[in-house]
């Protein structure tokens, strides 16, 4: 097959300009779901991966969703492949990839055996994943304890949040289909949104306004930073915040929260200490698989995290159970007499429904009339 390249290291930056019918070029150990779903959203011939799709560590999920998506996948390809430059045609033959008619890189051409057989490895090795896990758990809670125990280190944030309810979107599993779900409860709650990084644009895609947006700011649009909401800028726990720049270049002037761990961490501790009333969660992680799928040490912070807040915090899944919309009986019955109503209109207007009204009145009449010979009425 052959196709224009798109290059980038960073899959999450390759996906904003990756289109159909073109080959991705990426520099990914362990393609997470999110990442390989965001790659399947933009239908590319090919993605060819500089690394090991799956390394073995623990079994994720990327390789997976992309076969099934009809994707031809290429790993191992080394750092060679990612010197192709941007726009020109590649042509990939089985695990070889050509530049007009120069070898660049050859890698393995993954098929479902092949992968479903990485899983399997990877499964066996799944205990030192967890050991690993465990002891970042312990580390983050020695270096964070007064953070998630007394909320020390939270700043001041304009935007009211106590006693009403939170609404943390991140671009992560099923966002959108949660979003969906979530209408009504949004429409009729009207609950604080906070977006996390790319989690802003998606409440704004939804046809909402942020009010406040948490992140480094790496993912998130120039158009969401500029739509109003409060920015809350994630540094590092010794101060450095690469996306105050940015911000700041915008005209904006941000609050800065330093804190290991992730910025949907930072979004939930900071909405837990100003007094939110319940969290509910959208495409957040919320198992064990998802936080070594998200292939990073810092996904220790999410499970404590979770355990910091947990009496408030709802899953988006669990609130489309739980939240329905009802209709009264009065309502129903209000609703069946406008459909009478709309149906008696129509066939007035009509030559055979006026025929159907004058048999019927002319039924009524005999019945009528039978009835007040029945009980003595006058003719």
Same mark, same amino acid.
């Given at each position: 097959?052959?196709?224009?390249?798109?290059?980038?290291?960073?899959?999450?930056?390759?996906?904003?300009?990756?289109?159909?019918?073109?080959?991705?070029?990426?520099?990914?150990?362990?393609?997470?779901?999110?990442?390989?779903?965001?790659?399947?959203?933009?239908?590319?011939?090919?993605?060819?991966?500089?690394?090991?799709?799956?390394?073995?560590?623990?079994?994720?999920?990327?390789?997976?969703?992309?076969?099934?998506?009809?994707?031809?996948?290429?790993?191992?390809?080394?750092?060679?492949?990612?010197?192709?430059?941007?726009?020109?045609?590649?042509?990939?033959?089985?695990?070889?990839?050509?530049?007009? @008619?120069?070898?660049?890189?050859?890698?393995?051409?993954?098929? !479902? $055996?092949? =992968?479903?057989? +990485?899983?399997? #490895?990877? %499964? &066996?090795?799944?205990?030192?994943?967890?050991?690993?896990?465990?002891?970042?758990?312990?580390?983050?809670?020695?270096?964070?304890?007064?953070?998630?125990?007394?909320?020390?280190?939270?700043?001041?944030?304009?935007?009211?949040?106590?006693?009403?309810?939170?609404?943390?979107?991140?671009?992560?599993?099923?966002?959108?289909?949660?979003?969906?779900?979530?209408?009504?409860?949004?429409?009729?709650?009207?609950?604080?949104?906070?977006?996390?990084?790319?989690?802003?644009?998606?409440?704004?895609?939804?046809?909402?306004?942020?009010?406040?947006?948490?992140?480094?700011? @790496?993912?998130?649009?120039?158009?969401?930073?500029?739509?109003? !909401? $409060?920015? =809350?800028?994630? +540094?590092?726990? #010794?101060? %450095? &915040?690469?996306?105050?720049?940015?911000?700041?270049?915008?005209?904006?002037?941000?609050?800065?929260?330093?804190?290991?761990?992730?910025?949907?961490?930072?979004?939930?501790?900071?909405?837990?200490?100003?007094?939110?009333?319940?969290?509910?969660?959208?495409?957040?992680?919320?198992?064990?698989?998802?936080?070594?799928?998200?292939?990073?040490?810092?996904?220790?912070?999410?499970?404590?995290?979770?355990?910091?807040?947990?009496?408030?915090?709802?899953?988006?899944?669990?609130?489309?159970?739980?939240?329905?919309?009802?209709?009264?009986?009065?309502?129903?019955?209000?609703?069946?007499?406008?459909?009478?109503?709309?149906?008696?209109? !129509?066939?007035?207007?009509?030559?055979?429904?006026?025929?159907?009204?004058?048999?019927?009145?002319?039924?009524?009449?005999?019945?009528?009339?039978?009835?007040?010979?029945?009980?003595?009425?006058?003719?």
């Amino acid at each position: 097959m052959t196709g224009p390249a798109r290059v980038d290291p960073r899959t999450k930056n390759l996906t904003k300009r990756l289109r159909p019918g073109e080959i991705a070029i990426i520099d990914h150990l362990d393609i997470d779901r999110v990442s390989a779903e965001a790659l399947a959203a933009c239908r590319p011939l090919a993605v060819l991966n500089a690394q090991r799709s799956t390394s073995g560590r623990y079994p994720n999920l990327g390789p997976e969703i992309l076969l099934g998506a009809g994707i031809t996948l290429v790993d191992d390809l080394g750092p060679d492949v990612l010197t192709v430059v941007e726009g020109h045609p590649v042509r990939v033959v089985d695990g070889e990839v050509y530049d007009g @008619d120069r070898l660049v890189a050859e890698g393995t051409l993954q098929d !479902a $055996e092949s =992968v479903a057989a +990485a899983l399997e #490895d990877a %499964r &066996a090795g799944l205990a030192v994943q967890l050991e690993s896990f465990a002891a970042n758990t312990m580390d983050y809670l020695r270096r964070e304890r007064e953070l998630l125990l007394d909320g020390v280190g939270v700043p001041d944030v304009v935007t009211p949040i106590d006693g009403r309810q939170v609404l943390i979107v991140v671009r992560g599993y099923h966002y959108k289909e949660d979003l969906v779900v979530l209408r009504p409860y949004i429409k009729e709650y009207r609950p604080v949104l906070i977006g996390v990084d790319g989690g802003a644009d998606a409440i704004l895609e939804a046809g909402w306004t942020p009010d406040m947006i948490v992140g480094d700011m @790496d993912s998130v649009s120039d158009k969401a930073l500029r739509c109003g !909401a $409060e920015i =809350v800028v994630h +540094a590092y726990r #010794d101060g %450095r &915040a690469p996306g105050v720049e940015r911000v700041e270049k915008l005209g904006i002037t941000p609050v800065v929260f330093p804190a290991t761990g992730t910025s949907e961490d930072v979004a939930m501790l900071l909405a837990d200490d100003k007094g939110a009333e319940l969290i509910v969660a959208v495409g957040t992680h919320a198992t064990l698989v998802e936080f070594l799928d998200k292939g990073r040490s810092g996904m220790a912070s999410t499970f404590l995290t979770r355990l910091r807040v947990g009496g408030k915090l709802i899953d988006a899944k669990g609130v489309s159970r739980l939240y329905r919309q009802r209709i009264s009986s009065w309502q129903l019955t209000w609703l069946v007499i406008a459909g009478l109503l709309a149906l008696g209109v !129509a066939l007035a207007s009509t030559s055979g429904g006026q025929t159907l009204y004058g048999l019927a009145g002319a039924w009524f009449d005999d019945v009528w009339s039978s009835l007040r010979g029945l009980f003595g009425g006058g003719a």
